[in-house]
């Protein structure tokens, strides 16, 4: 009888349509992690859960630029219930709760937004993010807190440097024009080249870094975020290397038949003819 109780309080909590959706969601949440909820959400940890709360980020950014809405609306649930998930975790060992999270970023908002919940002025974006650093490194006080310092470790090392630049630019660090930039990039290419002739491998994995970090200062620098600009490179050299793998095919050969000029020619083969499709739809644009 107990169990049959137990079901049917279940089945109750996920029918219960009148619930306000977030309560609906932390309800099913608590049941699924209660003593006869499932063995799988009842085993996992704030550690066994970090893999998947990146991924669900993956899957938000995937659906934002699969311009589907309903896909976006289903992988924002999914990124909601782990924080939902993690909060629960917490909750059952006293540390908070997802009240205690919502209330925390909501005094954050506010606290951070003095131009619209006080009497700040500003004229621009670019006020609201600097007011924002100058509240950021206040809130904590006799703490001396770095303008690069609290970005997340684990972040891709592409964004994590466009994210520190920033940082440093906000408070005048930054290039005044372009050229210098350029020149930066020409002198850490020249010293790429350097460590190679030295032979010293420590030496030349330090300056290729020095050497990404100068093209991600190139890209920030005219406005693009550098991850989107190398995805967007990678996304098309797949796209022509399959073409590559596509033509071989229907030539009845292998890819380890052909040497490198005859790869070399499919795929500037296929290059132009992109340049070509594309300059067709310009001219075929109003």
């Known amino acids: 009888m107990p169990s049959l109780i137990r079901a049917k309080t279940a089945r109750s909590i996920v029918n219960d349509a009148a619930k306000k959706p977030i309560d609906r969601l932390l309800e099913i949440m608590r049941t699924l992690r209660a003593e006869n909820g499932c063995p799988w959400d009842r085993e996992q940890s704030l550690q066994s859960l970090k893999q ?23 992988e924002l649930g999914d990124l909601l219930l782990q ?34 919940f006080g009497d700040v002025k500003v004229s621009g974006s670019a006020d609201v993010l ?9 809130e904590k006080e006799g703490e001396l807190r770095s303008v690069v310092a609290g970005i997340p470790k684990h972040l891709p090392a592409l964004h994590k440097a466009q994210q520190v630049q920033k940082r440093a630019a906000r408070v005048g660090f930054d290039w005044e024009a372009v050229h210098q930039v350029i ?12 460590a190679l002739a030295s032979g010293q491998t420590e030496k030349v994995r330090e300056e290729i870094g020095d050497l990404l ?8 620098f005219l406005g693009h975020d ?58 075929a644009s109003p």
């Not at 970090?213 to 920030?220: D, E, K, P, Y």
């Not at 996304?235 to 050969?253: D, L, N, P, S």
């Not at 083969?269 to 070509?276: C, L, N, Q, T």
Request: charged share 35%; aromatic share 6%.
């Open 130 to 138: 600097k007011n924002w650093d100058q509240i950021k490194r206040t």
């Open 213 to 220: 970090f100068a093209v991600v200062n190139l890209s920030r």
């Open 183 to 194: 020149d930066k990039l020409e002198e850490e290419t020249a010293e790429v080249k350097e």
């Open 226 to 283: 550098a991850e989107e600009v190398l995805n967007g490179t990678i996304a098309k050299f797949v796209r022509r290397f399959q073409g590559i793998e596509q033509r071989i095919h229907e030539q009845g050969r292998k890819m380890t038949d052909c040497n490198l000029a005859d790869l070399d020619a499919i795929w500037d083969d296929i290059k132009a003819s992109e340049v070509r499709q594309n300059q067709k739809s310009d001219q």
């Open 83 to 116: 924080i939902v998930f993690q909060s629960q975790i917490c909750a059952e060992e006293g540390s908070f709760t997802f009240d205690d999270v919502a209330r925390l970023i909501s005094e954050k908002l506010v606290r951070r937004h003095p131009h619209v």
């Open 52 to 74: 998947y709360l990146v991924e669900e980020c993956y899957e938000v950014l995937d659906a934002i630029d699969s311009n589907d809405r309903s896909k976006l609306a289903e």
